[in-house]
């Protein structure tokens, strides 16, 4: 069992490039989310999606989006890149929706630079 | 508002000795209660967390954690720390309110051998 993947390990974008950040999971999770993880502000939530079908947003979702086709997949598009979304970004899922308090599983992470 | 601290950006200790990592919490109602770890350049690792019942509560890789209601505080401790311990320690807690997952901003850990 994988767990939860992402795809690619890193980037190097050019600004103003889209972007598509791919992420699955095999361990068929309700819930589903993208955080970016910056030096000093810690984690904090893009998107996030309760089941196949919906998807929410999260504290800071300005500039992705995100689509939820099926359990497995939740890929996050940067329409158009932007230096200050030069992030670690990480994929996690978890058994209930955003809204109940169950463990949340992490992938490895995407490093993406913007530039 | 609701929130998580963590006030120590970083926290060293002698390998062999007992670590502390601090949180304290600002959440209505009864909170649910996480630790995470992270490693070097790897996702973030479930270690524990408190839902209700016995206030310390065991984890993986020796680490435990006690809940204290009265000090809004949610402490993770080992007794004796490893050099492998070494990583990004995350607490967050689970307002229910609002219904969303609150996180602090990870605290560093070094052990030194």
């Known amino acids: 069992i994988a767990g939860i993947t992402q795809a690619p390990t890193s980037q190097i974008l050019a600004a103003g490039r889209r972007m598509t950040l791919r992420c699955t999971q095999d361990?068929?999770?309700?819930?589903m989310y993208w955080y970016r993880q910056d030096l000093g502000l810690g984690l904090r939530l893009i998107h996030y999606?309760?089941?196949?079908?919906?998807?929410g947003k999260g504290e800071v979702p300005d500039g992705y989006s995100v689509s939820r086709a099926n359990t497995d997949d939740f890929p996050l598009t940067l329409a158009s890149a932007v230096p200050s979304q030069t992030s670690v970004y990480f994929c996690a899922s978890s058994i209930g929706t955003s809204g109940s308090a169950d463990t949340q599983y992490f992938g490895p992470g995407t490093r993406l630079t913007v530039l | 508002a609701q929130s998580v601290a963590q006030p120590e950006d970083q926290v060293n200790v002698a390998e062999g000795n007992p670590l502390t990592v601090k949180c304290t919490y600002s959440v209505s109602g009864n909170p649910y209660l996480f630790w995470y770890v992270q490693y070097p350049n790897r996702g973030l690792q479930f270690l524990l967390k408190y839902i209700t019942g016995d206030n310390l509560v065991k984890g993986s890789y020796g680490f435990e954690a006690e809940f204290n209601k009265s000090q809004t505080s949610f402490h993770l401790k080992k007794p004796s720390a490893l050099v492998s311990d070494s990583a990004l320690y995350f607490c967050a807690a689970y307002a229910g309110n609002n219904r969303k997952l609150i996180w602090g901003l990870g605290t560093s850990l070094a052990v030194n051998p």
């Open positions: 361990m068929r999770h309700n819930a």
């Open positions: 999606s309760n089941t196949a079908g919906t998807t």
